[in-house]
Each structure stands twice: as structure tokens, then as C-alpha cells.
């Protein structure tokens, strides 16, 4: 057994060695790195014809745009996997028994890596497929300040999402000696401790690389934004959406580093027998403090930049600039202060002295108030404007009106008595679904829809986006409210199935509100089919842009960088490409 295990590890460390020598012998895997080759900014067109073309070009990549679309494609695939695992869920709680799913235990699977799929390959990544493609555009910097340090944060993805996944394959091949892990996205001790499944520490250990590469990525957003700013733009006039992920940079540089120490420590709690988190002699509740300092800030890591997007492209459709700019950035900041300050709102049903938990009522009430100036700066934004109904405005509209709700309960929340009422029911859930797929994708849907002719150089189906729209919202709200109010009726979260005391809540009302909330869920998944079906086919065959300024902000003196460097791309390409409308659409325009 002794020596199997040194074989098995001398062939992996020649395995290591070989691969890095290959590596460090490809040649051309410098030759287009726009630091290395001078000066290649991406004006200059003998940069990109350094590039090599196909699976190589798209593996040794290092320029922002294509890592950008990297990221892009990662977050979709991991957003497919997290919805198809949430779908199975959903159908197996339509009745109260356990009918679908083949035991509990595979649902616990599914509800851990639904979360953690979510929140740390999906959310986080998508929006670095943002930030890579447009900060270096909107700041007018070549690239980023370490465009290989950019590809390697990403690149360490991949084996993080096959880590924080592989209970899921090696289940049936190890006949379940290796599972899913099955300790929900908060890794609650003692649970995830004493779980003996060495999925959990696969998925313990994707999760660090996740952070490292979620460090990497903001370490190099900083730098960049810092230091790589055209003469032009300074801090009075740095683009809100580059405001938001310089904030959000600084709560990952803060925040990261706790969750990775905490999950080394769990880590060495589960192989070493160290103690840190053992009910006898450490402290479970250990845990839940370095995990929420973590934790808290990781949803506003999630929500800030795409508050920054909405407030980057409400305004363009609304004719007018942005309502309040500096009070926008002042409550990005405030948010962002604040948010290290409101970890145990996670904890006040937990035990901890009652004088501290009020004070951490206080502070997380308080973060209503940046979040109103918010809120009420968009809404001045549209007001008397000249709104356009196109589908990435559609999208930022559903995110304010979003916020609202998913604002308005988390205030709720964050009130002690009432948070002991509902904490772990399915308001809890609702909350924070409001705010993670009204708001984060919505964002995100908003943002490809208004980048999309800078990226593909064609236009989408215009027609199929708003049915996108209005298809996810209404399964948002179906969904969600559904879920508001089973956590009223005191349904638990994290359950497979469910049994009521009659006198408490029917269990027939229960069920239906289950029932609401799946078929919001496959309202959900079909406005999420259409859109990518339209991405797909206008990708391949949608009309090709010839406009510089597709959307017309010109007129309204909304025109900005990123599309002025589109202008200069179309300058650059053969002038063949067949005409299209003026507007820059295939189709007849509906706005
Ligand atoms: C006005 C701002 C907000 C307040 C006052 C607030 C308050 C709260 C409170 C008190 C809880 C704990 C509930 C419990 O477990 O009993 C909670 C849970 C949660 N909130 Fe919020 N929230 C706000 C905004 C947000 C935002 C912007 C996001 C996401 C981007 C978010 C995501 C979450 C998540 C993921 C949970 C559940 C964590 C878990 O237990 O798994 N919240 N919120
Ligand atoms: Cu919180």
C-alpha cells in the first residue's frame, strides 16, 4: 500500500516536471505578449497576427479580450451545471416524500454543489468575463497590468470547478467511497469535519484554488487600474463600472485570504486531527466567524460590480448621464466598509452574546442606507429621461425593481427578533435568490445583450432577448415569492422532503407553494434556453455590425470608450462585409 502510494506520487512528480518543461519550452507562447513584444497595444494590428490560431491560440492566450471570453464560457458552462443540478432539485420537492432523487443524500450533493457552483464559478467568474474584456477599454490601457498573471487566474478554474465537482465522477467509478460532498456552500462544522467522504476535501481544495485564482485576478485589477489609465482618465472620471471592481478588488484582497485559512484549518481538522473546530476542545462556532467574515463580503463581491454595470448602462438608455455620480461611488465605498462589519447577521440565531449580536443589527441595518442611495439614484437617473425599452435597459429595470425586494426582506432580516423567526426557512432562500439571479444575472444578461456587437461584431435577435427578459422575470418572481412564503409557513431550508404538524401549517398549502415555486423554476430555465439559443445562432449568423455606435448614444452625448475603440476595430477590418441597416440591426426595430 506504502509503496503503491510513493509510486503513484514519484510518476505524478515526473508527470509535473514534464509538463512544465513543455511548457517553458514553447517558444511562441511569448511571442504575442504585448509586454514582451513592445509595444503592441491592440490598435496595432501586428499584434494579433502573432497570434496563433485555434485550441492553442485559445490555451496560451494572455490578451484581456481573449480571456475575457474565457471567462465568459466558464461561467456559462458552470452555470448550466448549477441550474440542471437545482432543476433536479426542485422537481424531487414537488411532492413531500422522497420520489426522484435516489436517497437524501443525493439531494444534499446537488444543494451543496448548486451553491457553491453558483456562487464561486459562476458568479465570480462571469464577472471577470466583464472586467477582463472592458476595464482595459474603458480605462484605455493596452491590457492588463499582468496579462500573464491574468491567464494563469484563470486557468486555475478549471481544475478548481473539476475538484469542487469530482464526487460527482468518481461516485460511480470508486463504487462510493468518493462522493458529492454533502455539507451545503456554508461548510457548516461539525458536519463538514466529521463528514468521512474524501469528496469534501477535493472540493475543500478546489475551493482554495478558486480564491487563489479570485486573488490573482484582483490583485491585477488594482494594479491596472492604478497604473494603467490613459492620461485622460482620472478618478473624477474613472467609469462607475471600473469604480465598482476597484472596490471589489480590495474586499477580495481583504476577505479571501480569511476563507483560505479557514479551509486549510478545516482541512487539517479532517486529515491531521488538529482541533480547530472540534466541539471538544475548539469551537464549531469558529467556523461560522472566519467563514461569514468571509461570507458577507463575498455577496457584495458578487453585487457591486453589477450595480456598476446597471449604473454604467441604465443611463445610456435612459438619455441622460447618471444621477449622482460621486454619491454613486461614495455608497459603492460605504457599502464596501461596511460590508466587514455585519458577518454575525449570519449568526444571531447561534448563541452569541446578545450585546454583540445588536450591534451587528445596527451596522447591517445601516447598509440600507448606501444601498437607498443606490436605489434612488437609478430611479432619478430614468426619471424624466428619454428611456429606450431595448433589452439590456429591460434587464437593468428588472435589477432595480429586483433590489427592491431582495433589499427590502434582507433589512427584515437583519432585525434580530424577526431573524429568529425565519432564519433557515425558505425566506432566507428567497432573499438572497432575489438579489443572486434578479440581480447578478440579470446584470450579467444586461451587460452581453449591450456588449454583445463589440465582442461578436454581430447583433442579436432583438425580439427573443426581450422575451429573455420578460420570461426570467416573471419566473423570478413566481419562484422567489413562492419561497418568501413557504419561509413564512416555517418551512426549513436544505431539505429534501417535508411533514407538517397540521395545526402549524397545512401541508397541502406547503406543497403547492413547492409546486409555484418549480414551476417558476422551469419558467426560469426556458427564458434561459431562449437566450442561449439566440446568443448561439446570432453568434453564427446574425447580422454583422457595420454602425460604430449600434445603440445611437451619440445623439444623447452618451457615446464612450469602449465603443469609440469598436469604431477603430470596424476602421481596421476589410470594408467587404456586407451593409446593414443604419442602426446597426437585422431586424426592424421594436424599441
Ligand atoms: C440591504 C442589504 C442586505 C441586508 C440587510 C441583508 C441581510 C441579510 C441577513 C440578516 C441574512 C441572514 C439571514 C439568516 O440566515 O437568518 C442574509 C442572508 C443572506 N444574504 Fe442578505 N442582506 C442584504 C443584501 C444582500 C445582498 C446584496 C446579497 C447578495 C449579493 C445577499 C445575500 C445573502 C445570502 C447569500 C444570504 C444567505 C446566506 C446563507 O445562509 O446561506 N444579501 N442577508
Ligand atoms: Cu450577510
Same mark, same amino acid.
Given at each position: 500500500m506504502a509503496g503503491e502510494q510513493l509510486a503513484l506520487t514519484v510518476l505524478m512528480g515526473v508527470f509535473l516536471v514534464g509538463v512544465v518543461t513543455l511548457v517553458s519550452r514553447m517558444e511562441n507562447l511569448r511571442a504575442y505578449t504585448p509586454l514582451v513584444s513592445g509595444d503592441a497595444g491592440y490598435g496595432d494590428s501586428t499584434a494579433t497576427s502573432h497570434k496563433p490560431s485555434g485550441l492553442i491560440r485559445w490555451l496560451t492566450t494572455v490578451d484581456h479580450k481573449d480571456i475575457g471570453i474565457l471567462y465568459g464560457i466558464y461561467a456559462t458552462i458552470a452555470f448550466v451545471w448549477g441550474g440542471l443540478a437545482v432543476m433536479l432539485m426542485r422537481v424531487e420537492l414537488t411532492t413531500p416524500a422522497l420520489n426522484v432523487l435516489g436517497g437524501t443524500g443525493t439531494y444534499n450533493g446537488l444543494l451543496t454543489s448548486h451553491g457553491i457552483t453558483m456562487l464561486f464559478l459562476f458568479g465570480t467568474p462571469i464577472i471577470a468575463a466583464f472586467s477582463n474584456y472592458f476595464i482595459p477599454l474603458l480605462i484605455g490601457a493596452d491590457d492588463m497590468a499582468f496579462p500573464r498573471i491574468n491567464g494563469i487566474a484563470f486557468w486555475l478554474l478549471p481544475p478548481a470547478a473539476l475538484l469542487i465537482w469530482a464526487g460527482f465522477f468518481l461516485d460511480p467509478l470508486t463504487g462510493g467511497a468518493v462522493g458529492a460532498a454533502e455539507t451545503s456552500w456554508t461548510m457548516y462544522t461539525p458536519l463538514s469535519a466529521e463528514q468521512a467522504n474524501p469528496g469534501v476535501d477535493l472540493m475543500l481544495l478546489g475551493l482554495h484554488l478558486s480564491g487563489i485564482s479570485a486573488t490573482m485576478g484582483a490583485i491585477n485589477f488594482i494594479v491596472t487600474i492604478f497604473t494603467e489609465r490613459s492620461p485622460d482618465v482620472n478618478w473624477a472620471n474613472l467609469d462607475i463600472f471600473s469604480w465598482t471592481i476597484l472596490t471589489q478588488s480590495a474586499l477580495i484582497l481583504f476577505a479571501f485570504p480569511l476563507l483560505g485559512s479557514a479551509l486549510i484549518m478545516l482541512l487539517l481538522d479532517r486529515n491531521f486531527q488538529t482541533a480547530f473546530f472540534a466541539v471538544d476542545g475548539g469551537s464549531p462556532i469558529l467556523w461560522q466567524h472566519l467563514f461569514w467574515f468571509f461570507g458577507h463580503p463575498e455577496v457584495y463581491i458578487l453585487v457591486l460590480p453589477p450595480m456598476g454595470l446597471v449604473s454604467w448602462i441604465l443611463p445610456k438608455f435612459s438619455g441622460r448621464k447618471l444621477f449622482g455620480y460621486k454619491f454613486v461611488i461614495y455608497s459603492t465605498l460605504a457599502i464596501g466598509v461596511l460590508s466587514f462589519g455585519v458577518w454575525a447577521h449570519h449568526m444571531f440565531s447561534s448563541g452569541i452574546d446578545p450585546r454583540i449580536r445588536a450591534s451587528f443589527m445596527a451596522v447591517s441595518l445601516a447598509i440600507a442606507i448606501p444601498s437607498a442611495v443606490k436605489t434612488f439614484n437609478w430611479i432619478a437617473t430614468m426619471w424624466n429621461g428619454n428611456i429606450r425599452l431595448t433589452a439590456p435597459m429591460l434587464f437593468c429595470i428588472g435589477f432595480v425593481a429586483n433590489f427592491v425586494i431582495g433589499g427590502i426582506t434582507g =433589512?427584515?432580516?437583519?432585525?434580530? &427578533?424577526?431573524?429568529? =423567526? @425565519?432564519?433557515?426557512?425558505?425566506?432566507?432562500?428567497?432573499? *438572497?435568490? #432575489?438579489?443572486?439571479?434578479?440581480?447578478?444575472?440579470?446584470?450579467? *444578461?444586461?451587460?452581453?445583450?449591450?456588449?454583445? &456587437?463589440? =465582442?461578436?461584431?454581430?447583433?442579436?435577435?432583438?425580439?427573443?432577448?426581450?422575451?429573455?427578459? #420578460?420570461i426570467s422575470e416573471i419566473g423570478v418572481a413566481v419562484t422567489f415569492f413562492a419561497m418568501l412564503l413557504l419561509?413564512? @409557513?416555517?418551512? &426549513?431550508r436544505r431539505y429534501a422532503t417535508y411533514e407538517f404538524n397540521g395545526l402549524i401549517a397545512p401541508l397541502a398549502q406547503v406543497t403547492t407553494l413547492h409546486q409555484v415555486a418549480t414551476i417558476g423554476a422551469f419558467i426560469i430555465m426556458l427564458g434561459q434556453l431562449i437566450w442561449v439559443w439566440n446568443l448561439t445562432q446570432s453568434y453564427l449568423e446574425g447580422p454583422v455590425v457595420e454602425d460604430e455606435d449600434p445603440w445611437n448614444l451619440k445623439e444623447t452625448g452618451q457615446y464612450s470608450r469602449e465603443f469609440e475603440w469598436f469604431g477603430e476595430q470596424l476602421d481596421t477590418t476589410d470594408e467587404d462585409t456586407p451593409a446593414l441597416a443604419a442602426d446597426g440591426s437585422g431586424e426592424p426595430s421594436d424599441d
Open positions: =433589512v427584515f432580516l437583519a432585525a434580530i &427578533p424577526i431573524d429568529l =423567526v @425565519l432564519h433557515d426557512t425558505y425566506y432566507v432562500v428567497g432573499h *438572497f435568490h #432575489w438579489i443572486v439571479m434578479g440581480m447578478i444575472a440579470f446584470a450579467g *444578461f444586461g451587460a452581453i445583450y449591450y456588449w454583445f &456587437p463589440i =465582442v461578436t461584431g454581430k447583433m442579436y435577435q432583438k425580439r427573443l432577448a426581450k422575451m429573455h427578459f #420578460w419561509g413564512y @409557513l416555517g418551512m &426549513p
